[in-house]
């Protein structure tokens, strides 16, 4: 038993984040799956995608700071800390928007199953799937850029 515990202590920050930003990731997913649904993929992939980052980006600070990295950080170190998360967490916006634009609007139309309608009694139209496929792909992506990025820059531990 000590050894798992010794384990854990060892490995904490990387198995916290990687839980937290599965929590986050299915998040972004749920968010961007309820947008799909209510009002169809061109706002999911779209203005749907900002607002759905946003709202993770917001939840993934929280997490990052208080579960993952245990910053101390008060007054301007944390305003400071908290600029440099949702600035690099901007850039991975940026990156999971190119990622969906392309992937939905230039990829899926190319492959023509990604475009086809629904057939009558279908639970999910293939362009619908193909989206979501995107965006996971996507989220592993930014996944791992968050993560570069925290650990590098914004919750760096003062030598």
């Known amino acids: 038993m000590q050894k798992i515990k010794d384990w854990i202590t060892k490995y904490y920050e990387g198995l916290a984040y990687l839980f937290f930003g599965g929590v986050a990731t299915l998040l972004n997913l749920v968010i961007f799956a309820v947008f799909q649904a209510a009002f169809g993929t061109g706002f999911a992939a779209g203005p749907g995608n900002i607002i759905d980052n946003i709202l993770c980006i917001l939840f993934a600070y929280w997490t990052n700071r208080t579960f993952v990295f245990r910053s101390r950080n008060h007054g301007t170190a944390a305003l400071k800390e908290f600029g440099q998360f949702v600035f690099f967490r901007l850039l991975t916006l940026v990156m999971d928007q190119v990622i969906i634009t392309i992937g ?56």
């Open 104 to 159: 939905v609007q230039v990829v899926g139309p190319a492959i023509g199953f990604a475009v086809a309608g629904a057939a009558s009694g279908d639970a999910m139209a293939p362009s619908e799937l193909w989206a979501m496929g995107v965006k996971l792909f996507s989220q592993v992506v930014v996944i791992l850029s968050n993560y570069v990025f925290s650990k590098l820059f914004t919750f760096k531990k003062k030598q």
